[in-house]
């Protein structure tokens, strides 16, 4: 059964930054793109970007082009983000998620929560 | 960026009731890639709806949805308890957007 299972909870201080991980499984992880969303205490959805599976391909939304990086390592089925320059508002769940028909997400993974403080 | 409106932002009903959710984009979404989740307290979302209209594997046949171009609605035929939840759309022309959410209480 596919499954994205993310990596756990972090606490960082303001300025540092933040790799969350998650890792594919129950499916072929190069057909696929990965997308990253956030949800911060209390507050909705908020897109952050993609990666393809397959290739090098990714998209950053611009709020955070600069400070956020996907990076993939195929063999073992694991897609990153790493965010730097942490500031108390990217204190949220990060999840990652599997894009599918007409751009949906199907499958997501657990959520990580990452507290920033200062 | 398509700015995606959903309204209400609280809808009370009661178990048994219709539930009709609407969002509304700020220009024409191409090709209906507009889909609608629902969230849990804890949980991550739930695919419902994706290309506006086709039910998500595994969705019960009362989560329905319709609309094309800038108006959407995502309508329940008849609330069970466990529906009470968030509901959000998404547009999928880059980049995602979603909606602030329409949260479903127990009236």
């Known amino acids: 059964q596919v499954q994205l299972v993310q990596s756990g909870a972090d606490v960082k201080k303001s300025g540092a930054s933040v790799k969350v991980s998650c890792k594919a499984s129950?499916?072929?992880?190069?057909?696929?793109?990965i997308h990253w969303v956030r949800q911060a205490p209390g507050q909705g959805l908020e897109w952050m970007g993609w990666m393809n599976g397959g290739n090098d391909n990714k998209y950053y939304a611009q709020k955070f082009q600069g400070r956020v990086t996907f990076t993939r390592d195929t063999p073992a089925s694991t897609v990153y983000m790493e965010l730097s320059s942490l500031r108390s508002e990217d204190t949220a769940v990060y999840y990652c998620?599997?894009?599918?028909?007409?751009?949906?997400?199907?499958?997501w993974g657990q959520g990580s929560q990452v507290t920033v403080s200062s | 960026e398509t700015v995606l409106t959903q309204s209400p932002g609280t809808l009370s009903l009661s178990p048994g009731e219709r539930a009709t959710l609407s969002c509304r984009a700020s220009?024409?979404?191409?090709?209906?890639?507009l889909a609608w989740y629902q969230q849990k307290p804890g949980q991550a979302p739930r695919l419902l709806i994706y290309?506006?209209?086709s039910r998500a594997a595994g969705i019960p046949d009362r989560f329905s949805g319709s609309g094309s171009g800038t108006d959407f609605t995502l309508t329940i035929s008849r609330l069970e308890p466990e529906d009470f939840a968030v509901y959000y759309c998404?547009?999928?022309?880059?980049?995602?957007?979603f909606g602030q959410g329409t949260k479903v209480e127990i009236k």
């Open positions: 220009q024409s979404v191409s090709s209906n890639w």
């Open positions: 129950g499916y072929t992880f190069t057909s696929f793109s």
């Open positions: 998404q547009q999928s022309s880059p980049p995602w957007t």
């Open positions: 998620a599997r894009q599918v028909n007409l751009g949906s997400f199907d499958y």
């Open positions: 290309g506006a209209s």
